[in-house]
């Protein structure tokens, strides 16, 4: 008898004869109301690409040379994040100039970046041969999107005051750029 209930039931459960109720937020008469919700997390806050300099070539022997490079590539930032407190950039030289088997005295790497087409990245002057310095801040509550500096130099200044020779080679530096919350 209950295998024949069963049965029963499934039945008219499958042909629609036996009505399921299900119950809306607000209902009356022939119109009902219910809610959907979602919540928003902030997105990624990132680095799209960052500047090169290249300051081309110099004198051996001189006992201070301050040369100027424009920026190779833009600083880039995909800021999905809402924006709410803003971003900064900082960079900092941490590894000089330097050839393998010489190091280059550099008291000064300046980076001065330009803005953005709409401002909401703003380039600062900032000397990043020593310490971590800002070089460029993001405005909050912008729209999601890329911001990309525009143009752009660096001034770097080479010193010899011991007047020993450095040797002569293609020399290269390290700058880590570090991506942070707020301005």
């Known amino acids: 008898m ?3 209930s069963l049965l029963i039931t499934s039945l008219a459960l499958l042909f629609g004869l036996i009505p399921i109720v299900a119950n809306a937020d607000t209902v009356s008469g022939t119109t009902g109301s ?5 919540t928003l997390t902030p ?3 990132q680095f799209i690409s960052v500047p090169d300099f290249t300051f081309g070539s110099q004198a051996v022997g001189v006992t201070s040379v301050t040369s100027t490079a ?7 930032v995909g800021d999905y994040s809402g924006g709410i407190t803003g971003y900064n ?4 030289m941490t590894q000089g100039f330097t050839n393998g088997t010489s190091t280059l005295v550099t ?3 300046t980076v001065s970046l330009g803005n953005s087409e709409d401002g909401a990245l703003t ?4 000397n990043i041969a020593t310490t971590s310095t800002k070089i460029a801040s993001g405005a909050a509550n912008t729209s999601a999107g890329q911001e990309a500096t525009i143009g752009g130099d660096a001034q770097l200044t080479i010193t010899n005051a011991s007047g020993t020779m450095y040797t002569q080679g293609n020399y290269s530096a390290t700058i ?3 991506l942070g919350v707020g301005i």
Do not use: E, R, W
Not at 34 to 38: E, V
Not at 89 to 92: E, K
């Open 123 to 126: 380039g600062i002057s900032g």
């Open 34 to 38: 219910g809610t959907a919700t979602i």
């Open 107 to 109: 008291p000064n790497f």
């Open 43 to 45: 997105g990624t806050l």
């Open 2 to 4: 209950k295998k024949t």
């Open 176 to 178: 880590d750029y570090t």
């Open 89 to 92: 950039v900082t960079a900092q």
């Open 70 to 76: 424009l920026a190779t590539g833009a600083l880039t």
